[in-house]
Nanobody
Framework: QLQVVESGGGLVQPGGSLRLSCSAS????????IAWFRQAPGKEREGVSC????????NYADSVKGRFTISRDNAKTTAYLQMSSLKPEDTAVYYC????????????????????WGQGTQVTVSS
């Protein structure tokens, strides 16, 4: 079965950048759509971005469009979330999630679509 592990979180000042990594093991990553979710204290978990198995399609939440970029390197079995122009409201635990999918046409940001989840990595944006 697929296992995913997030890394790269930490403390960054407003306006700064951070890159999160999602490392996968257990199966060929090409067959899995990958998504990033986040959850701040007292708030619902929200979908941030997703990418299809071969990287042919992506989606972003409106709140991060133009600031975050999702990508993947299947040869390294790793997906990334490059975060720029970070704001205090981006502070949250960020989770990587995966689902087996043959589709290259689309991916979704609903948490119920994903069956494999990482443990989360904390991102704190503060001066």
């Amino acid at each position: 079965q697929l296992q995913v592990v997030e890394s790269g979180g930490g403390l960054v000042q407003p306006g700064g950048s951070l890159r999160l990594s999602c490392s996968a093991s257990g199966f060929k990553l090409d067959y899995f759509a990958i998504a990033w979710f986040r959850q701040a204290p007292g708030k619902e978990r929200e979908g941030v971005s997703c990418i299809t198995g071969s990287g042919g399609a992506t989606n972003y939440a409106d709140s991060v469009k133009g600031r975050f970029t999702i990508s993947r390197d299947n040869a390294k079995t790793t997906a990334y979330l490059q975060m720029s122009s970070l704001k205090p409201e981006d502070t949250a635990v960020y989770y990587c999630a995966a689902v087996f999918s043959w589709s290259e046409a689309q991916c979704g940001l609903g948490q119920g679509e994903y069956g494999f989840w990482g443990q989360g990595t904390q991102v704190t944006v503060s001066s």
